[in-house]
């Protein structure tokens, strides 16, 4: 692993929303004013076509294409992780290949979804993507959508492997995080997964953090690491529960992605409404979104004010 810069995957990592048009297709345009405004805000890196991305909603046309835009308007900025997880081994390899042919900094993957796969099937499709390119590999684990369990031991067979880096690990447990950094080593990264316990996360040994409503409010958690660097618990508490009252109002609307892509539009970014099966929100629902949007404009002036912006 001593040939990777793991540096670079620390920290604050925003879980890349899909961008689309009045009609539900992809919008580069959209993408490029994304991915540039997560860059002005101070992120560090993208994940993209990962949950938050909906990229098992794509086809993989599509998932290219959004790589594609985003290592044009922001790839050599920041550190770009693409999510090739597909329901196929076969388009799995394919994107990951894509994925380093456009120069992403790494690539990761769910199990495949929908079969319940036996550990060895499990670590073979993870495995034909590690071996297909000369990119880390970022071993993503979210057994509560996938029905897949990672057990320590398979962590520590993948780990073995130079191009394994990590694990994003987006299962509730904080003691569970705890023992995969401790089967990975020193050496191995951590991503927390759950946005609100990130504070816990970090604070058991995850060394930085993947997550989809960072995307709605990059500043909040970029305050919240910098607490967490600088060693002052106490305001981390604080900004931890500032967050979580965010994530609360945003888990009241018909889906998730949906109430942060209304927020993002009166934050002056249309990129559309989420495909279905995802929900958008109705318009029941305005007044709602107009309150959380005045409350998180607050707590985002204040959080600048911390950042020194």
């Known amino acids: 692993m001593g040939k990777h810069d793991l540096n670079k995957f620390r920290g604050v990592i925003v879980a890349f929303y899909g961008c689309y048009d009045s009609q539900g297709e992809i919008d580069p345009q959209a993408v490029r004013e994304l991915a540039r405004y997560y860059k002005n805000a101070g992120v560090k890196g993208l994940y993209v076509g990962g949950s938050s991305g909906e990229g098992m909603l794509q ?7 959004v790589l594609e835009t985003v290592m044009e308007e922001v790839g050599g900025e920041m550190t770009i992780i693409a999510h090739v997880g597909a329901p196929s081994t076969r388009e799995s390899v394919e994107l990951a290949v ?5 120069h992403a900094d790494a690539v990761s993957a769910v199990p495949s979804i929908y079969y319940r796969l036996s ?14 390119t000369t990119l880390p590999f970022i071993i993503y684990h979210i057994p ?19 191009n394994v880096i990590g694990v994003k690990i987006s ?25 609100e316990q990130y504070l816990a996360g970090r604070s058991i040994g995850a060394d930085g953090g993947i997550g989809g409503t960072y ?13 967490i660097v600088d060693g002052n618990l106490e305001l981390a508490r604080e900004w931890q529960g500032k967050i979580n009252e965010i994530i609360t109002e945003l888990l009241k609307f018909p889906s998730l992605y949906g109430g942060c892509k209304a927020i993002l539009k009166l934050r002056g970014l249309d990129i559309g409404e989420p495909r279905l099966p995802l929900l958008p929100v109705t318009y029941q629902d305005q007044d709602a979104v107009m309150q959380l949007h005045h409350k998180l404009n607050a707590y985002i002036e204040e959080a600048k004010s911390l950042l020194g912006s």
Request: glycine share 8%; hydrophobic share 35%.
């Open 171 to 195: 299962s509730e447990s904080t003691y569970e995080l705890q023992q995969f950094k401790a089967a990975g080593g020193s050496d191995f990264l951590v991503l927390n997964g759950p946005d």
């Open 59 to 65: 086809s993989t046309a599509e998932r290219k294409l």
């Open 119 to 132: 550990p060895d099937s499990v670590e073979r499709h993870w495995r034909a993507m590690i071996d297909s």
């Open 98 to 102: 894509h994925a380093e042919s456009v």
């Open 215 to 227: 995307g709605v409010m990059p500043e909040l958690f970029l305050t919240l690491e910098k607490c």
């Open 144 to 162: 509560q959508l996938t029905g897949f369990h990672l057990s320590t031991g398979m962590l520590k067979k993948l780990s073995a492997h130079e």
